[in-house]
């Protein structure tokens, strides 16, 4: 049984096998592209349930496939991955749900990916905080009843 479908994209072919290889392991669909404007291609043909891009590519970089991937779909999450701990300041601008720094653990996307999912199926609206680590870190505040 497929949970959700993800478009995975990143010009480290080594990385994007890896990833795949784990997501696919735990029930999760992949389709894997290396570069940004073969990204918004495949969007545009099978809507995906997430996208997770590298910020730096060639080409197309991460920001602007998440800008073009936004134009198609508001709703879709995106993680960022970057190898880079200078992060553009603007980047929470283009809907970037999360963002992982590489060297990250595979378990902790793959629970920000499944996290993600489920938020889009809960009402409740997390608050995002920068946590000056790895990746972002949410707080979930509940509704009062």
């Known amino acids: 049984m497929v949970l959700f479908r993800i478009l995975l ?6 990385i994007l096998r890896m990833l795949q290889v784990f997501f696919e392991a735990a029930g999760i ?3 894997c592209v290396y570069r940004g404007k073969d990204a918004v291609k495949a969007f545009k043909e099978s809507p995906f349930d997430m ?8 080409e197309m970089d991460g920001l602007e496939t998440a ?3 936004r134009l198609l779909n508001h709703e879709v999450p995106i993680i960022m991955m970057t190898g880079s701990s200078d992060l553009p300041k603007n980047m929470m601008d283009y809907g970037i749900s999360q963002i992982f720094v590489k060297p990250f653990s595979f378990k902790g ?5 499944i996290y993600e999912m ?4 809960n009402k ?4 995002r905080e ?3 680590g790895h990746h972002t870190r949410f707080v979930l505040h509940q509704a009062a009843q």
């Open 9 to 14: 994209v990143d010009d480290d072919k080594n």
């Open 29 to 31: 669909s992949v389709f």
């Open 51 to 58: 996208v997770i891009t590298d910020l730096n590519m060639p």
């Open 67 to 69: 800008k073009n991937i």
């Open 109 to 113: 996307m793959l629970s920000a990916a």
């Open 118 to 121: 489920e938020k889009r199926k």
């Open 124 to 127: 409740n609206t997390p608050r």
């Open 130 to 132: 920068w946590d000056g």
